[in-house]
């Protein structure tokens, strides 16, 4: 694993979780019932964690995997969890039950992407939406978020774009909260930098879904997207994998789709 060879103390690192999640150190000691002096002591380097503790903590705190790793390296002891590529024979199940999932989604696109968006796999019905895009935004490693954003992506094609931009940003801002990933930030800022209508004045936070109001060739599509994730992974890759999946939010999207669907079953046949 590539961790850092210079990382803060891990008092340090406890403390910035800590802030982060807007704990007082009587809120986390209470939680992970230590003192609070002792949490004191921990975060100002004047003792040591074991690492039983540095998990404990790590948990009530809800650190990524990755971080967690972080934590461990810098208080002395082994990372824990490893860190594989969905193609390692080690993650076959893993990989096997995520494609099933994908094609079990049809005639509904579906897709899985990594912790900065980027696709990592992808059902039949996906490359329908991709169609007349600009070859070079197609060019792996392709960024679900740059292609949802970008004037010659898919923004012109999405009806409701301000309202959709929005809800984007509002996901990605949860996400840097959670993980503090440089490279999700970096994300943010290049995405804000795109010609688009301001995201911040059209997301109705009183809405109880946002839909992708997305025009094709077929006709306009209106899906609502649901996210799911690995519930107990043990390995950075899983916990960083979602899978995005769009439901019909009518009757004609549905319609549509299953058309589309049975002609994809009909062309895999001839």
Known sequence: ??????????GLLLREWRTRRRLSQLDLACDAEVSTRHLSCLETGRALPSREMVLRLAERLSVPLRERNRLL???GYAPMYAER???????LAAREAVEQVLRGHEPYPALAVDRHWNLVSYNR???MLFAGLAPQMLQPPVNVLRLSLHPQGLAPRIANLAQWRAHLFARLRQQITASADPALAALEQELHALPGPPANEAFDTNAVVVPLLFDTVHGRLSLIATTTVFGTPVDITLAELALETFFPADTATAQTLRRLGDGQIAAAAS
Not at 1 to 10: C, G, H, Y
Not at 85 to 90: C, E, G, K, R
């Open 1 to 10: 694993m590539n961790l850092a060879t210079a990382s803060p103390p891990v």
């Open 73 to 75: 390296v810098a208080a």
């Open 85 to 91: 590529p969905l193609d390692d024979p080690a993650l």
């Open 125 to 127: 019905m996906l490359p």
